[in-house]
């Protein structure tokens, strides 16, 4: 009997811990769950599952700095491509990326989870923040 209240208490300290998740904390973690999802679908055949590229040809996921230096233009760089040499990782790369057809919704939930995967650590890109970031593209 003491056995089951033992097991009674520690379940109910594992559930009140788990219960003070912020909502903050909670959205993040449902665009973080299915970002994961879209980039298994869209991106992960290029950029592979630990977001390492593909030698000289496609640029890894990886780099801290590009990815925070150029959070406000990750969305338009995922909805119109890239045409041209870009620098990612100190290396060069001049291989074309096709626009991406993802609904803003789609790329606030990929661009948190590479943001936040590969050593990346942005914090949560929210659906307002991609259709910000969307009016400004070139």
């Known amino acids: 009997m003491r056995a089951v209240w033992i097991i009674a208490s ?3 300290v594992v559930i009140a811990i788990a219960s003070c998740q912020t909502a903050e904390d909670i959205e993040f973690k449902r665009y973080y769950t299915a970002g994961l999802v879209e ?6 055949n290029c ?8 030698a000289a040809l ?3 996921l990886t ?6 230096r150029n959070k406000n233009m990750l969305a338009c760089l995922l909805s119109k491509g890239i045409k041209g040499k870009i620098t990612v990782a100190g290396k060069e790369f001049d291989s074309e990326m ?3 057809e993802l609904a803003p919704m789609e790329i606030a939930q990929v661009l948190t989870y590479v943001g936040n ?7 949560l890109i929210s659906n307002d923040d991609v259709t910000r ?3 400004n593209c070139r």
Do not use: E
């Open 10 to 12: 520690f379940l109910t």
């Open 39 to 44: 980039y298994q679908n869209h991106c992960q």
């Open 47 to 54: 950029h592979g599952d630990k977001g390492q590229g593909l």
């Open 58 to 60: 496609i640029p890894p």
């Open 63 to 68: 780099d801290t700095a590009y990815i925070s």
């Open 98 to 100: 096709p626009p991406a």
């Open 117 to 123: 995967s590969f050593g990346n650590k942005v914090g």
């Open 133 to 135: 970031d969307l009016k």
